[in-house]
């Protein structure tokens, strides 16, 4: 029989199509893509087997050893995790690293075991991953990007959920881009970071979006570093300016870094523990910019953190937060960020309040503005 082969990258990410990943769990875990379940072919000591064995003998006997290792019970099992996968995903398709004799394998077990005739991807995920590195680099090269930039807690995240060509980059690395960004859940591998990006880029520009808005974002959002393509280009893309007064600053950052953080750590790791996780979250994100602090301008501010903390395990209340944050924004993130714009100024096409914003960047994007 003639196994059924794709090699239509761009429809399997478009149509956002179930991806049956039987690369080993140690392969999964270093990087993957949206819409895979890892049901391996082989688990991983099983894997390090064959791969020795075909160092030291060469393919015919690392099969052989493959199909000794995966049989009886396991084999069963395997199949049928497969098959489940398949009747519950019709439109999928399964992959291996680089599409051969794993894939093929699978592929064939499925058909002869189950009587299910199911794709795999042509090229693996190799073929797949590259496909979406291009992506990204070909919008680089061929769209239109102009940044917002603006002050912490200006409410840039908030602009650009109103936006149908943003591409959110802290959304994408689950992070928000600063010493307190971090979430209660983990960020993703750098390789899921990069395969979010290109396939949000992939599906905006089949919409036919071909010029879009970033946040002003440095290489590194936590431990997601942008793509290079991307990171360089940026150093010359126009910025956009959003304004906002200190007060509506700081309650935007209470809201998200202290009530929606709390509740966070509170929904993963329960009501004590998860405080408990929060309260040592913001002591060490402040405590890792001691250096840039300096120690007096430290000590003062986590002397007033650590009295919002007491008083918001204690009443619930968070007003006191008010004073740490308001300390951290006039004494070292606004004047940090005043001095990045003033050497940029040039690059600064249009600033304003959240509408003008919106209503500049919108029309920008009706107009084609560097197409």
């Known amino acids: 029989m003639n196994y059924q082969a794709s090699d239509d990258y761009r429809h399997v990410f478009q149509s956002g199509a179930a991806l049956l990943d039987v690369r080993a769990p140690i392969e999964f875990h270093k990087g993957a893509f949206p819409h895979s379940v890892n049901l391996p072919l082989m688990n991983d000591v099983e894997r390090q087997k064959v791969g020795l064995c075909y160092k030291q003998h060469g393919q015919e006997a690392a099969v052989r050893l493959g199909h000794g290792l995966v049989t009886g019970t396991a084999k069963d099992e395997r199949i049928a995790a497969w098959a489940a996968f398949a009747h519950a995903h019709p439109e999928g398709y399964l992959y291996c690293f680089r599409g051969g004799l794993r894939s093929q394998i699978s592929q064939q077990w499925l058909h002869s075991q189950a009587g299910i005739a199911y794709p795999r991807i042509a090229g693996g995920y ?187 395990r204690h009443s619930g209340v968070v007003e006191l937060h008010r004073a740490w944050i308001a300390g951290l924004l006039a004494e070292y993130y606004d004047p940090l960020y005043q001095s990045q714009r003033s050497n940029r100024a040039v690059r600064v096409e249009f600033s304003g309040d959240q509408l003008a914003v919106i209503q500049y960047l919108r029309q920008r994007r009706m107009e084609g503005r560097g197409s």
């Open 126 to 312: 190799k073929a797949m991953r590259g496909f979406l590195l291009e992506t990204t680099a070909s919008a680089v090269a061929e769209c239109d990007f102009v940044l917002l930039g603006g002050l912490t807690g200006s409410g840039k995240t908030e602009l650009l959920m109103q936006l149908a060509n943003a591409i959110d980059l802290e959304n994408h690395a689950c992070h928000r881009g600063s010493s307190f960004g971090k979430h209660a859940h983990p960020q993703p591998a750098q390789i899921d970071f990069e395969h979010a990006l290109a396939i949000d880029l992939l599906k905006k520009r089949a919409r036919g979006i071909q010029a879009f808005v970033l946040e002003d974002e440095s290489r590194l959002i936590g431990s997601c570093s942008l793509p290079l393509s991307l990171h360089l280009a940026m150093r010359q893309f126009p910025l956009v300016w959003l304004e906002d007064t200190i007060e509506n600053r700081v309650e935007r950052i209470l809201n998200d870094y202290v009530v929606g953080l709390c509740a966070e750590f509170i929904a993963v790791y329960g009501a004590v523990d998860g405080f408990e996780a929060y309260a040592t979250r913001l002591r060490t994100s402040l405590a890792n910019i001691i250096k840039r602090l300096g120690g007096e301008r430290y000590q003062r501010l986590a002397a007033i953190m650590d009295l919002a903390l007491a008083e918001q």
